[in-house]
């Protein structure tokens, strides 16, 4: 599969991509998604730790890539709180935001 692009998501968003789950004060979870992303919503969506917005591993100055052996490993962002919208279902609610992954089937 291939990276199409990423995007900043809700916690919601990120835990129906981890493994399918719709919470129960967001039942058109789907729907919401599906009217954000449009035909992208039909692509597979994934969780994109450890890759910054343009879909690339961090590296740290010297070009070396941050992975969990990494000393700097700790202060890769992971998630951050955000007011802007979910890029994945577009809510407007404030809250902690993770990256996610479209990826072309
Ligand atoms: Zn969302």
Known sequence: ??????????????????????????????????DCLGADANEVIANADGLNAHGEPYRDSEGNEIDSDHPDY??????????SHCGC??????????RLAILCK
Do not use: Q
């Not at 990423?6 to 719709?22: F, K, Y």
């Open 89 to 98: 279902c577009g809510s407007s609610l404030g809250g902690m935001r993770n």
């Open 1 to 34: 599969m291939k990276l199409k692009y990423t995007l900043s998501a809700c916690v919601d968003c990120v835990a129906w991509a981890a493994n399918g789950t719709i919470p129960e004060d967001r039942p058109n979870l789907l729907n919401d998604i599906h």
């Open 74 to 83: 700790e202060l890769r962002r992971e998630d951050w709180f955000s007011w």
